[in-house]
Protein backbone atom coordinates (compact mmCIF):
# COMPACT_ATOMS: atom_id res chain seq x y z
CA UNK A 1 0.00 0.00 0.00
CA UNK A 2 2.05 2.86 -1.50
CA UNK A 3 5.49 2.06 -0.31
CA UNK A 4 4.62 -0.55 2.84
CA UNK A 5 4.01 -3.94 1.98
CA UNK A 6 0.74 -5.44 3.01
CA UNK A 7 0.78 -9.21 2.31
CA UNK A 8 2.43 -11.94 0.06
CA UNK A 9 -0.38 -14.09 -1.98
CA UNK A 10 0.99 -17.02 -4.08
CA UNK A 11 -2.19 -17.11 -7.30
CA UNK A 12 -1.83 -18.34 -10.53
CA UNK A 13 -0.75 -15.76 -12.90
CA UNK A 14 -3.62 -14.38 -14.33
CA UNK A 15 -5.63 -11.35 -13.58
CA UNK A 16 -3.48 -10.69 -10.30
CA UNK A 17 -5.05 -7.13 -9.66
CA UNK A 18 -8.36 -8.55 -9.35
CA UNK A 19 -7.37 -10.53 -6.52
CA UNK A 20 -5.77 -7.59 -4.80
CA UNK A 21 -8.89 -5.85 -5.49
CA UNK A 22 -11.29 -8.71 -3.73
CA UNK A 23 -8.66 -8.43 -0.61
CA UNK A 24 -8.95 -4.47 -0.77
CA UNK A 25 -13.21 -5.26 -0.47
CA UNK A 26 -13.31 -7.78 1.83
CA UNK A 27 -11.01 -6.42 4.25
CA UNK A 28 -13.33 -3.30 3.96
CA UNK A 29 -10.58 -0.64 2.88
CA UNK A 30 -11.72 2.34 0.95
CA UNK A 31 -11.36 2.18 -2.60
CA UNK A 32 -8.36 2.86 -4.71
CA UNK A 33 -7.61 5.38 -7.62
CA UNK A 34 -5.16 3.07 -9.29
CA UNK A 35 -3.74 -0.16 -9.72
CA UNK A 36 -0.70 -1.42 -11.41
CA UNK A 37 1.33 -4.88 -11.92
CA UNK A 38 5.00 -4.06 -11.50
CA UNK A 39 7.28 -6.06 -13.57
CA UNK A 40 8.29 -8.36 -10.86
CA UNK A 41 4.66 -8.86 -10.31
CA UNK A 42 3.81 -6.68 -7.40
CA UNK A 43 0.89 -5.10 -7.45
CA UNK A 44 0.45 -1.75 -5.73
CA UNK A 45 -2.82 0.46 -4.47
CA UNK A 46 -2.55 3.59 -3.84
CA UNK A 47 -5.45 4.89 -1.48
CA UNK A 48 -7.61 8.26 -2.70
CA UNK A 49 -6.64 11.73 -1.54
CA UNK A 50 -8.23 11.80 2.36
CA UNK A 51 -8.43 8.20 3.18
CA UNK A 52 -7.12 7.04 6.57
CA UNK A 53 -6.39 3.95 6.67
CA UNK A 54 -5.12 1.53 9.91
CA UNK A 55 -2.62 -0.85 8.72
CA UNK A 56 -2.97 -3.05 12.23
CA UNK A 57 -6.47 -4.00 11.29
CA UNK A 58 -4.52 -6.47 8.41
CA UNK A 59 -1.81 -7.79 10.42
CA UNK A 60 -1.13 -11.31 10.66
CA UNK A 61 0.83 -13.29 12.77
CA UNK A 62 2.98 -14.26 8.88
CA UNK A 63 2.24 -14.19 5.20
CA UNK A 64 -0.70 -15.16 4.13
CA UNK A 65 -0.97 -18.24 1.51
CA UNK A 66 -3.42 -18.83 -1.29
CA UNK A 67 -5.95 -20.19 1.22
CA UNK A 68 -8.64 -18.77 3.20
CA UNK A 69 -7.39 -15.67 4.94
CA UNK A 70 -8.42 -17.04 8.30
CA UNK A 71 -4.63 -18.11 9.28
CA UNK A 72 -2.77 -15.60 11.37
CA UNK A 73 -5.71 -13.81 13.10
CA UNK A 74 -6.23 -14.34 16.75
CA UNK A 75 -9.91 -14.77 16.76
CA UNK A 76 -13.07 -15.69 14.83
CA UNK A 77 -14.45 -12.01 16.23
CA UNK A 78 -11.46 -10.81 13.88
CA UNK A 79 -12.36 -12.62 11.15
CA UNK A 80 -15.56 -11.70 10.74
CA UNK A 81 -15.81 -8.31 9.04
CA UNK A 82 -19.53 -5.94 8.39
CA UNK A 83 -21.00 -6.77 5.38
CA UNK A 84 -20.74 -3.83 3.47
CA UNK A 85 -23.87 -4.76 1.38
CA UNK A 86 -26.92 -6.06 3.30
CA UNK A 87 -29.44 -8.57 1.42
CA UNK A 88 -32.64 -8.01 0.62
CA UNK A 89 -34.96 -10.57 1.98
CA UNK A 90 -37.41 -10.48 -1.60
CA UNK A 91 -34.53 -10.74 -4.13
CA UNK A 92 -34.83 -12.87 -7.13
CA UNK A 93 -35.78 -16.43 -6.57
CA UNK A 94 -34.21 -19.24 -9.05
CA UNK A 95 -35.52 -22.29 -10.33
CA UNK A 96 -34.04 -25.82 -8.66
CA UNK A 97 -34.28 -27.18 -12.14
CA UNK A 98 -31.81 -24.86 -13.27
CA UNK A 99 -29.44 -25.24 -10.11
CA UNK A 100 -29.34 -28.79 -10.93
CA UNK A 101 -27.51 -27.70 -14.48
CA UNK A 102 -25.22 -25.26 -12.88
CA UNK A 103 -22.07 -27.49 -12.52
CA UNK A 104 -21.91 -28.99 -16.02
CA UNK A 105 -21.80 -25.49 -17.18
CA UNK A 106 -19.28 -24.44 -14.76
CA UNK A 107 -17.02 -27.91 -16.25
CA UNK A 108 -17.50 -26.83 -19.87
CA UNK A 109 -16.56 -23.16 -19.44
CA UNK A 110 -13.18 -24.44 -16.94
CA UNK A 111 -10.59 -23.77 -19.91
CA UNK A 112 -7.82 -23.87 -17.70
CA UNK A 113 -8.51 -26.72 -15.39
CA UNK A 114 -8.60 -28.76 -19.17
CA UNK A 115 -5.12 -28.75 -19.35
CA UNK A 116 -4.25 -28.75 -16.18
CA UNK A 117 -6.81 -30.55 -13.90
CA UNK A 118 -5.31 -29.09 -11.11
CA UNK A 119 -8.01 -25.34 -10.61
CA UNK A 120 -10.61 -24.54 -8.76
CA UNK A 121 -13.25 -22.17 -9.88
CA UNK A 122 -15.44 -19.36 -9.27
CA UNK A 123 -18.48 -18.57 -11.63
CA UNK A 124 -21.04 -15.87 -11.62
CA UNK A 125 -24.43 -16.83 -13.03
CA UNK A 126 -28.03 -15.29 -14.10
CA UNK A 127 -30.92 -16.24 -12.42
CA UNK A 128 -31.84 -17.53 -15.51
CA UNK A 129 -28.88 -20.50 -15.63
CA UNK A 130 -26.72 -18.20 -17.97
CA UNK A 131 -23.28 -18.28 -16.99
CA UNK A 132 -21.84 -14.19 -16.49
CA UNK A 133 -17.98 -14.84 -15.58
CA UNK A 134 -15.64 -17.39 -14.53
CA UNK A 135 -12.34 -17.02 -12.59
CA UNK A 136 -9.99 -20.35 -12.03
CA UNK A 137 -6.80 -20.44 -9.94
CA UNK A 138 -4.88 -23.08 -7.49
CA UNK A 139 -6.23 -21.39 -4.73
CA UNK A 140 -9.82 -21.30 -4.31
CA UNK A 141 -10.13 -18.41 -2.04
CA UNK A 142 -8.06 -16.31 -4.71
CA UNK A 143 -10.88 -17.42 -7.82
CA UNK A 144 -13.41 -15.81 -5.78
CA UNK A 145 -10.66 -13.16 -5.62
CA UNK A 146 -10.53 -12.74 -8.85
CA UNK A 147 -13.95 -13.14 -9.70
CA UNK A 148 -15.27 -10.46 -7.36
CA UNK A 149 -12.36 -8.16 -8.21
CA UNK A 150 -13.52 -8.31 -11.64
CA UNK A 151 -17.24 -7.37 -11.05
CA UNK A 152 -15.38 -4.12 -8.92
CA UNK A 153 -13.33 -3.00 -11.91
CA UNK A 154 -16.34 -3.18 -14.50
CA UNK A 155 -18.65 -1.10 -11.79
CA UNK A 156 -21.04 -3.76 -11.23
CA UNK A 157 -21.28 -4.41 -7.49
CA UNK A 158 -23.49 -5.01 -5.09
CA UNK A 159 -23.72 -8.66 -7.32
CA UNK A 160 -27.71 -8.80 -5.81
CA UNK A 161 -29.56 -10.16 -9.14
CA UNK A 162 -26.74 -12.90 -9.32
CA UNK A 163 -25.71 -16.39 -8.40
CA UNK A 164 -22.11 -17.71 -7.51
CA UNK A 165 -21.05 -21.23 -7.77
CA UNK A 166 -17.93 -22.84 -6.21
CA UNK A 167 -16.23 -26.02 -7.56
CA UNK A 168 -15.60 -27.56 -4.21
CA UNK A 169 -16.88 -26.71 -0.28
CA UNK A 170 -18.13 -23.57 0.83
CA UNK A 171 -16.18 -22.67 3.68
CA UNK A 172 -16.52 -19.40 6.00
CA UNK A 173 -14.52 -17.30 4.45
CA UNK A 174 -15.88 -17.81 0.77
CA UNK A 175 -19.45 -16.93 2.58
CA UNK A 176 -18.14 -13.80 3.59
CA UNK A 177 -16.48 -12.41 0.61
CA UNK A 178 -19.95 -13.61 -1.32
CA UNK A 179 -21.65 -11.44 1.06
CA UNK A 180 -19.70 -8.29 0.83
CA UNK A 181 -19.85 -8.57 -2.99
CA UNK A 182 -23.88 -8.38 -2.08
CA UNK A 183 -24.72 -11.78 -3.30
CA UNK A 184 -27.57 -13.50 -2.22
CA UNK A 185 -27.18 -16.97 -3.52
CA UNK A 186 -24.45 -18.92 -3.56
CA UNK A 187 -24.08 -23.03 -4.66
CA UNK A 188 -21.45 -25.11 -3.90
CA UNK A 189 -20.86 -28.09 -5.53
CA UNK A 190 -19.40 -29.65 -2.25
CA UNK A 191 -20.30 -29.30 1.49
CA UNK A 192 -20.66 -26.39 3.54
CA UNK A 193 -18.59 -25.87 7.21
CA UNK A 194 -21.05 -25.25 10.04
CA UNK A 195 -19.52 -21.87 10.41
CA UNK A 196 -20.27 -20.83 6.98
CA UNK A 197 -24.38 -22.06 7.09
CA UNK A 198 -24.20 -20.16 10.20
CA UNK A 199 -22.78 -16.71 9.12
CA UNK A 200 -25.48 -17.54 6.09
CA UNK A 201 -28.04 -17.62 8.31
CA UNK A 202 -27.17 -14.58 10.17
CA UNK A 203 -27.05 -13.16 7.10
CA UNK A 204 -30.05 -14.13 5.44
CA UNK A 205 -27.91 -15.80 2.79
CA UNK A 206 -29.08 -18.65 0.49
CA UNK A 207 -26.38 -20.94 0.79
CA UNK A 208 -27.01 -24.63 -1.37
CA UNK A 209 -24.28 -26.98 -1.19
CA UNK A 210 -24.10 -30.76 -2.46
CA UNK A 211 -25.29 -30.06 -5.71
CA UNK A 212 -25.27 -33.83 -7.17
CA UNK A 213 -27.37 -36.73 -9.12
CA UNK A 214 -30.29 -34.18 -9.52
CA UNK A 215 -30.38 -33.18 -5.97
CA UNK A 216 -28.99 -30.09 -3.24
CA UNK A 217 -29.08 -29.16 0.26
CA UNK A 218 -30.37 -25.99 1.28
CA UNK A 219 -28.67 -25.29 4.21
CA UNK A 220 -30.10 -21.21 4.45
CA UNK A 221 -32.36 -19.44 3.16
CA UNK A 222 -34.71 -21.98 0.85
CA UNK A 223 -37.43 -19.05 0.13
CA UNK A 224 -35.59 -18.25 -2.70
CA UNK A 225 -35.47 -21.42 -4.54
CA UNK A 226 -38.29 -23.21 -6.26
CA UNK A 227 -39.13 -26.26 -7.44
CA UNK A 228 -38.89 -30.19 -6.16
CA UNK A 229 -36.25 -32.33 -5.57
CA UNK A 230 -34.85 -29.72 -2.59
CA UNK A 231 -34.21 -31.23 0.53
CA UNK A 232 -33.55 -28.64 3.46
CA UNK A 233 -30.92 -28.84 6.06
CA UNK A 234 -32.59 -27.68 9.64
CA UNK A 235 -28.97 -27.85 11.38
CA UNK A 236 -25.78 -28.86 11.06
CA UNK A 237 -22.78 -30.45 13.12
Known sequence: MGDK???HVPITKVRGSHTALQQDVREDIASCHSIGM???QEIQLDLAAGVDFDFARLER????SSSCGVCGKTSLEAVETAVSCPLALDGPGMEAATIHQLPDH?????????????LHASALFEHTGSLVDIREDVGRHNALDKLIGAQLLAGKLPLSDKLLLVSGRASFELVQKALMAGIAIMVAVGAPSSLAVELARRSHMTLVGFVRAGQFNIYSGPWRIRGSSVNEVESTT
Open 106 to 118: LRAAQSVFDKTGG
Open 5 to 7: PIV
Open 38 to 40: APS
Open 61 to 64: NFCT
